[in-house]
């Protein structure tokens, strides 16, 4: 019944904002409410088309339910993280933990989807164009790859450059080369790397020193192993569950793979990239541990996969449809790439200890070249047997 009074309103304020209403200007923004309400009433009247019942918004809203069980797990690990910190008893499992960390956690998802949104909206207006949205999912990412103390201002500069350099300019949703939250992550890197890396950066209020006891680092566990404290480091099942200082969102694999079998599931995700992804990275671990020379390589290659946002970003940002790779071959070439890499430059590079970030622009890169290749293959191979 209320759904259908919501229809009513909707179709009674309608013609307002079609051509020749006051607010006509607004056309394109007024049709982007709607069609996140509603499944649009508009069908193919000719040529071949895939009918289907799941259009871009409710792909994008199955990705978001994905990264939801990583959201809950990073707001409690914020208020758990603190509460350590500050020398207070603190349980991992406490409403006291998740209402701390929403307060601090919501805050980043709110600017990350404004400044987005708003660019998208802006541009969408401009051009006349339907609004893209792709950034449905970008927006609920790019808060939990960034370490909690990064300032607001810090994430809504780094959100517009990614959609304007990244996305904007390419043509919009499907049309970027580059994962857009990952090059946000990849322009607060570079651009403001005391806010990127250290121990202090990844427990809220360690920045400005807040009540911090002594004696509490902060550090993750990869800081542990690159700087061979391996007796330092978390157990596995710490690592696993997500006590652990880190991103916001990449600490629990735990949650991390409940968003994978939803992924996969569900037929969104491509679990050929995630698995072999997680092949890629094995493999680099296993060669690194019978050739170690140093405490980082000698590091079981199973911790490097719950180690800093390996799980998360072969997950969720390797498999983002338009920047990977997009035959079924192309795409066990691409995920296994970014696996391999993501640990090779994670253990080789001191400079970069956190090398998913790195692997998966570089692939992101090279995956369109990856798909020719394997396209062309299949082009010989076909010509082989028409010749035979």
Known sequence: MKNGKIR?????????????????????TFE?????????NTVTNKGSHIRDSIDMKRTMAIVVMAV?????????NTGFQHFLSI???????SWAGLWYGFLKVMPFI?????????????VAQVKGHEINEGFLVSGILIPLIIPIDTPLWMVALATAFAVIIGKEIFGGTGMNIFNVALLTRAFLFFAYPSYMSGDRIWIDGMLQGDGVI??????TPLAEAAAGNMDNLPSVM?????????????????????????????????WKIMLSGVVGGAAMGILLNIF???????????HHLMMGGFAFGVIFMATDPVTAAQTETGKWIYGFLVGLLAILIRVLNPAYPEGVMLAILFMNVFAPLIDHYVVEANIKKRLKRLKA
Not at 8 to 28: A, C, M, Y
Not at 263 to 268: N, P, Q, S, V
């Open 8 to 28: 009513q309103l909707v179709d009674k304020i309608k013609p307002t904002f079609e051509k020749g209403g006051k607010l006509s200007f607004l056309q394109s």
């Open 32 to 40: 982007g409410f709607e069609t996140f309400l509603f499944v649009p």
């Open 68 to 76: 939801v069980p990583a959201v809950l797990m990073g707001m409690l």
């Open 87 to 93: 020398g207070e008893d603190a349980t991992f499992w």
């Open 110 to 122: 709110i600017v990350s989807y404004l400044v987005g949104l708003g660019i998208e909206f802006a």
């Open 214 to 219: 002594d004696g509490f680092s902060g550090a």
């Open 238 to 270: 710490e690592m696993f569950m997500g006590y652990i200082p880190g991103s916001i969102g990449e600490t629990s694999t735990l949650a991390i793979l409940i968003g994978a079998v939803i992924l996969i599931y569900t037929g969104i995700g491509s």
């Open 292 to 302: 170690a020379v140093n405490t980082l390589m000698e590091v079981p290659f199973w």
